[in-house]
């Protein structure tokens, strides 16, 4: 994708089917890379217009309008001032609209009609409007607003969309192309004036016309924002942003004196000239209201009081329910498979450290990336449904209130309930929450929430030394044990995400001016897309992370080797044993000796290492159900100096809230350093969770001798 291939920008509110029009026109010529510093996707791709002419097109994040409040829309925002300023800019944008909801996505195509490019109106999901018997006539709404085209198309049904590419070939093929707009916002006088401070102050950073010029105040003045970006753009230095910053506050101030609301401003005149424009005109034959109650009536169930959750709740166990039984089966073979290719690799080379490093090293970290693949893929398959039809927007709307009380939103209860199966597609899935602070607390408390992988660790030590007792009658020990680790973990997070969203400061807040896009059949093409993009996303990304740990944890576990080749190696003598007994006096006051130690180092690589490595260290066979054999070495250690048994229900309990805290999954912590682009709240998660884990064991521990517990 060479710079000399005209570049058109897709742009539109989200859900009005971008990417479905970006993937017809692209085929499978797109690349996905994230923006410069941030994770927001930005896709690329080329479209074949005609055998000699090609153009680049660039899938904008989805917006409704170009007034910046999340990040997403930060970012449409920022590139539209630059393209304003005659950075970049495209050689034509193609405003996608949804006919069904024809005014209020005309919202941002007025906007971006303001830009000075030529614009395409994509009026896509006809097929819907037809359905309902509605036409809209295309022809009639190109004269009204003055844009270039308007081309009536389906991306579902794949028509139109010849259309689209003709008129896009005859914008870039025209040598000088009319760039019109036929509306424009009426300015009341009296506005006018109040505002003109600001007007003045940008005409002489600008050189565009008045109307364009009040347009920027008027931004300016909706959001604090606006101004951030505005100042970035034209390298404002301190001084100036200064008074700009004043002027605009006070304006803000005189205008809501006038008993207007400053933050409406723009929306209420905008939204006044689209009605004008469009009042005259018969342009559709019935009218939208119709598709509007039918999805309010089923919002009325879906977003009930108490309805509403229940539902959520019956979705969610199904969707958990299918991770684990429809996940098992493919890790089984990842697992056996990796086994295999390790097994092949021993036959096939000579014995020595290479080989040692290919397939203890190298297949082993391949194989603890790939094995939460399956996992990653059918959490992201369901998120991305529950996204397209459109009711994660209800579930936040629902759960918004709730969560807010402990600094997060609504839509971080998914993340969250994802944690249970694996931290890792949960802070994916945190992509889709606007406000940075929300997502970002909801990607510091996750790890908490106790994962699959936990659940060997705390099957082994309750196995082993949590009496199978009725408790009440009615409850288990065993069972009650395990719950509790559960909820110790949950309870956490949440008072961890209210305690430290005091701390974060917020980079723009996000209002819950959320809309509720009507429910939608997601498109099979898009979906499956989607969920590839974010697989191979982990395993690049959080991959080449993982693969470095995996090799430095295999060094620790398999140097130094002995000197002479009598002697066996095992994994005691390695630094892991050494570091193990080195820590020994660290975590001897929270019950722990050596061999725990090495079991908390090697379980960096992934939790449920923690029992294959005491396995070893006991030397027990691995005769497939080895937790019975290593259950019972457990049981018979002794303390040699007391002659009691070395591991005692309380050690096996401080053992389960050391797993229940501590930060033990590189993988997670890959994905984090990803998802945040800085390695600073990795690492600050690292040391919050450990400590927390070290202070949650002592206590067990330290309390529990306290009250004559062994
Ligand atoms: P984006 O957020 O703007 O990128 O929108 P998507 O391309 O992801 O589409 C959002 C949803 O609308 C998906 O579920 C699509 O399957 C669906 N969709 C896209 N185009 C059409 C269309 O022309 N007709 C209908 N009925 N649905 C569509
Ligand atoms: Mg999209």
């Known amino acids: 994708m060479d710079n000399k291939t005209p570049l058109i920008a897709l742009m539109g509110n989200p859900n009005s089917g971008k990417t479905a029009i970006f993937n017809l026109l692209t085929g499978m010529n797109q690349k996905v890379s994230n923006y410069p510093g941030i994770t927001v996707e930005q896709r690329r791709g080329n479209a074949q217009l005609t055998d000699t002419c090609a153009v680049q097109i660039m899938d904008m994040p989805g917006t409704y309008s170009l007034t910046p409040e999340s990040l997403d829309e930060k970012i449409v925002a920022q590139q539209t001032l630059k393209w304003l300023n005659g950075i970049d800019r495209p050689a034509a944008i193609i405003s996608v609209v949804d006919a069904g909801n024809l005014s209020r996505n005309l919202y941002l195509t007025s906007q971006v009609m303001e830009l000075g490019i030529p614009v395409i109106i994509a009026l896509n999901m006809m097929d819907r409007v037809k359905k309902k018997n509605q036409n809209i006539d295309s022809k009639e709404l190109q004269k009204i607003l003055g844009v270039h085209a308007v081309v009536p198309m389906s991306a579902r049904e794949k028509w139109g969309i010849n259309e689209l590419q003709s008129e896009l070939l005859n914008v870039i093929t025209k040598a000088n192309i009319e760039v019109s707009t036929h509306i424009q916002m009426e300015i009341p006088k009296e506005i006018e004036k109040i505002i003109s401070p600001i007007s003045e102050f940008l005409y002489d950073k600008n050189n565009h016309d008045n109307y364009i010029t009040n347009v920027q105040a008027l931004r300016i003045i909706t959001r604090k924002s606006a101004l951030e970006l505005y100042s970035e753009c034209k390298n404002l230095t301190g001084a100036e942003i200064k008074s700009l910053t004043l002027l605009r506050d006070n304006v803000a101030h005189e205008i809501d004196e006038l ?346 690589a992934a939790r449920e290492v923690m029992v294959s490595t005491l396995a070893t260290l006991y030397n027990v066979e691995d005769e497939g159900d080895d937790f019975v054999g290593i259950t019972e070495a457990l049981k018979n250690e002794v303390n040699p100096l007391t002659g009691l048994p070395k591991y005692t229900p309380l050690v096996a309990l401080s053992i389960m809230v050391f797993y229940v805290y501590a930060a033990q999954c590189m993988a997670t912590f890959a994905i984090v350093k990803n998802e945040t682009n800085s390695w600073k709240w990795p690492l600050i998660m690292i040391v919050y969770m450990t400590g927390l884990a070290y202070i949650g064991s002592l206590l067990v521990y330290q309390g529990g001798q306290m009250l004559g517990f062994t």
């Open 259 to 604: 008993g207007l609301n400053h933050r409406i401003l723009e929306a209420t005149l905008r939204f006044e000239m689209l009605d004008n424009a469009l009042k005259d005109h018969t342009l559709i034959n019935q009218s939208e209201i119709k598709n509007q109650s039918r999805s309010e009536r089923v919002d009325k169930i879906l977003t009930h009081k108490w309805v509403g959750p229940l539902i959520f709740i019956t979705l969610l166990y199904g969707i958990f329910q299918s991770i684990f039984t429809w996940a098992t089966i493919p890790m089984q073979y990842i697992d056996s498979a990796v086994g295999y290719l390790g097994n092949y690799c021993v036959q096939l080379f000579s014995p020595g450290i290479l080989r040692d490093l290919l397939v203890e090293g190298i297949i082993s970290g391949v194989g603890a990336i790939l094995i939460f693949l399956p996992q990653i893929l059918i959490l992201m398959f369901f998120m991305t449904i529950l996204e397209d039809t459109g009711y994660m927007a209800r579930v936040a709307f629902m759960m918004d209130k709730l969560m807010n009380k402990i600094g997060l939103h609504g839509k971080s209860v998914l993340p969250l309930m994802s944690g249970y199966a694996c931290a890792i597609p949960g802070i994916m899935a945190t992509r889709t929450i606007d406000s940075w602070k929300e997502r970002l607390i909801t990607i510091i408390v996750l790890p908490l929430i106790s994962c699959s992988a936990r659940l060997p660790v705390y099957t082994l030590m309750i196995g082993a030394f949590i009496p199978n007792k009725p408790i009440l009658g009615f409850l288990n020990l065993q069972g009650l044990t395990m719950v509790l680790m559960y909820f110790l973990g949950t309870v956490t997070a949440m008072v961890i995400a209210a305690i430290i969203s005091r701390f974060i400061e917020e980079k723009g807040k996000s209002s819950f001016v959320m809309e509720m896009p009507p429910y939608r059949m997601p498109l099979a093409v898009s979906l499956f897309r989607q969920v590839y993009t974010r697989g191979k996303l982990f395993v690049i990304n959080a991959g080449k992370i993982i693969m470095a740990i995996s090799i430095v944890l295999w060094f620790l576990a398999s140097f130094p080797k002995p000197d002479s080749d009598e002697e066996s190696f095992s994994i005691q003598n390695s630094y892991a044993g050494k570091i193990g007994h080195a820590i020994e006096p660290v975590i001897a006051p929270l019950g722990f000796d050596w061999k725990i130690g090495v079991g908390l180092i090697t379980s960096f």
